[in-house]
């Protein structure tokens, strides 16, 4: 087993991961920018130091800062969180190149999969349901709308490299696909220096259902059920719950099977996601593969009660699985709810500060994964997401009477939440009986910020 990782990130994350190595009896390691000296998971790590200005390419992007407080330090492993260097093939190879070990996948499978072109044909070699759309990239405007009018309007146009919804735009008629695809393209550039598209008949009105899998160096790949991502914002998610309302028995087993089906055609190590959309007559379709700890992958730990964080250090430690599939059971129902800082009546914006006051509600089945204290300052240089409210039930409805009553506890008082949108969002009638897809808040937005 390792003896000391360093966490390469922030945040919730990062206290999540220094919390697990602690009780493992790993020592931890920290890194932080200027901006983030006074954070909770620098007091918390074993060591910390700084590695650049607040800027995130100056720091948590910085490679050789990184890798040189890592030698430095003595540490063995590097755990990347989700962000940042998570899913960057060049770090990967780069930690291994520097006699450590990278708590994830290797970087040639880091290469396939977040290229999703890539990544989709190599679904339809395994077997697994695609997306009706082109077999790789497109080459150009003109063969990108020869495709369009062949699959059918509307479409998705979407970056290889893409990812958290940059690089995507819907196409619902012919004279709009120029524009669509330009823009997109052009953001790709932007966002990731990389503006190779691809094309995918565009499902409408589908869940966002992914699956958590974990696969060891021993060849035994299993899925820890699905979780239900559909309530979003501009293609971020905002509310995740497992198990979906939406999956029979018979949908999970058959999904979760194509979920290993993929992993094991790349070969795949460690923790990963594959994600689906669900359409509404029942045919479900990948749209791509998470090389990293979600976000949100506190709701399958609920339910199923593994730690993951703790499988990915073993599964980097060359241990085998804790878990057969047999042993994985969904256990109740659990909600979770990303607390970000921005105003939703100010069409989200950004709302850094000081808290001023905090209450952190509690009770039987209740975890909140945050970064925030009284007195803690709230960056502008970084992502918006301050905390994470998990709650478990019995069964659904008990989970959203629970996440109710902890949204009316929580106090996060000196700047603005989207706390009070989701506490709405729990209340409406199309959310409670499970009656919601991936255009829930795009069709109830005006009703909820009003209500808020």
């Known amino acids: 087993m390792f003896k000391k990782i360093l966490i390469a990130n922030r945040g919730e994350i990062a206290v999540r991961i220094i919390r697990c190595c602690k009780e493992m009896g790993i020592e931890a390691v920290a890194v932080y920018s200027t ?5 909770l998971h620098v007091q918390l790590a074993d060591e910390a130091y700084c590695i650049g200005p607040a800027k995130s390419s100056e720091s948590y992007l910085n490679m050789e800062n990184i890798l040189s407080v890592a030698t430095l330090a003595g540490c063995d492993a590097i755990h990347p969180g989700f962000g940042y260097l998570s899913e960057n093939s060049t770090f990967a190879r780069l930690v291994e190149k520097c006699g450590m070990t990278f708590i994830g996948p290797s970087g040639d499978v880091i290469d396939q999969m977040g290229n999703k072109s890539v990544a989709r044909q190599m679904m ?12 790789g990239s497109i080459t150009s405007l003109e063969e990108g709308k020869e495709l369009a009018n062949k699959i059918g309007y509307p479409v998705l146009i979407k970056a290889s490299a893409g990812g958290g919804g940059r690089g995507m735009r819907k196409c619902f008629k012919e004279e709009d696909f120029e524009d669509a695809y330009k823009t997109a393209k052009a953001e790709a550039k932007a966002c990731f220096g990389d503006d190779d598209m691809y094309m995918e008949k565009l499902i409408l009105n589908p869940k966002h259902i992914e699956f958590q899998i974990l696969a060891d160096n021993f060849g035994n790949v299993i899925h820890l059920g699905e979780r239900d991502c559909s309530i979003q914002r ?7 719950e497992s198990p979906s309302k939406a999956l029979s028995q018979e949908l999970r087993e058959q999904m979760g099977k194509d979920a290993i089906k993929a992993a094991k055609q790349v070969n795949y190590r460690n923790a990963g996601t594959i994600e689906f959309v669900l359409a509404p007559d029942g045919k479900y379709y990948f749209i791509e593969m ?3 700890i979600q976000v949100e992958h506190p709701v399958t730990e609920m339910v199923t009660g593994v730690d993951l964080i703790r499988e990915q250090i073993r599964i980097a430690a060359n241990l085998k699985l804790n878990y057969k599939q047999s042993d994985i059971c969904l256990n109740g129902h659990a909600i979770e709810c990303r607390i970000n800082a921005e105003n939703p009546k100010e069409n989200f914006r950004p709302s850094p500060g000081i808290v001023n006051s905090l209450h952190l509600p509690g009770g039987f089945g209740v975890r909140i994964d945050t970064t925030l204290y009284q007195g803690y300052q709230v960056s502008s240089h970084y992502d918006s997401m301050i905390a994470k409210v998990i709650v478990h039930g019995k069964n659904r409805i008990e989970a959203i009477r629970k996440m109710r009553r902890v949204l009316s506890e929580l106090v996060i008082d000196g700047i603005d939440t989207n706390q009070e949108l989701q506490y709405f969002i729990l209340h409406e009638n199309d959310y409670v009986k499970g009656e919601f897809d991936t255009s829930f808040i795009e069709n109830h937005l005006d009703e909820l910020v009003n209500e808020s």
Do not use: F, H
């Open 35 to 39: 901006a983030d000296a006074t954070s």
């Open 124 to 135: 339809i070699e395994a077997g697994v349901p695609v997306v009706p759309g082109s077999n």
């Open 290 to 292: 998470n090389t990293r």
């Open 234 to 240: 501009r293609n971020q998610k905002m509310m995740e």
